[in-house]
């Protein structure tokens, strides 16, 4: 079965401070990871998908298959980042995304 | 480029009435895809398109869900009779192909009372 956890439902950092939002899965082959981000008033997007390994608005993620997680990173968060979260997996031969549960990160000033 | 469009973005029914959602794709998407997104939940697939096939519907409740893709391009889903554990919101996605990248629309809030 095809799982995802983001054990942080709410997380809350300074602005300038380093954020970790944490994504951990559940999946038997070689999955590809995702993050999807939701502003506020926004529609569902794509922040960045592991195969690509790029860095998108600060924010970059590695897939580490020991411990199985896609854990979002940035070391100096801005107030604009703001926003919902997910964590979404796909699996071997599947096409449907499978999504956590969400993680809203707060920026304080 | 308007993206996925989704209408009506927000819709009020009572229960027992039924219901319709319509989707617009991204032009030359041929993936179609209907989430469930409860609240404070993540989105969770209902029914998967390849051009006017479902080739997912596993997760669909088909005593009173039911959707289609006519002529591989809108897609209307629908519920009938809608129960008050139905509203949340629900989201249409396309994409390119099965592998490509999932462009989501704005979404339609369904509140059943």
């Known amino acids: 079965a095809q799982r995802v956890t983001q054990p942080e439902k709410l997380l809350s950092v300074f602005k300038g401070a380093p954020v970790e939002l944490k994504c951990n899965y559940s999946?038997?082959?070689?999955?590809?990871l995702f993050w999807y981000v939701q502003y506020s008033r926004q529609r569902l997007q794509l922040l960045l998908r592991?195969?690509s390994r790029e860095s998108i608005k600060g924010f970059t993620a590695d897939l580490n298959k020991g411990e199985t997680s896609f854990h979002l990173k940035k070391p100096f968060a801005q107030e604009e980042d703001s926003a919902m979260y997910y964590c979404a997996l796909r699996g071997q031969g599947a096409q449907k995304l499978v999504f956590g549960q969400g993680t809203r990160l707060t920026i304080n000033p | 480029e308007a993206g996925v469009v989704q209408s009506p973005r927000y819709k009020i029914i009572e229960k027992k009435q039924p219901v319709a959602f319509w989707c617009n794709p991204i032009?030359?998407?041929?993936?179609l895809y209907w989430y469930l997104q409860n609240l404070g939940q993540g989105p969770e697939l209902l029914i998967r398109y390849e051009n006017e096939e479902a080739v997912d519907d596993s997760q669909l409740p088909k005593d009173r869900f039911s959707a289609e893709r006519l002529k591989g391009v809108d897609s209307t889903l629908k519920i009938q009779p809608a129960e008050l554990g139905d509203s949340a919101v629900y989201l249409c996605a396309s994409s390119s192909d099965t592998i490509g990248e999932a462009f989501f629309g704005q979404g339609t809030r369904l509140t059943v009372v």
């Open positions: 592991h195969i």
């Open positions: 999946y038997s082959g070689s999955p590809e």
């Open positions: 032009s030359g998407h041929n993936t």
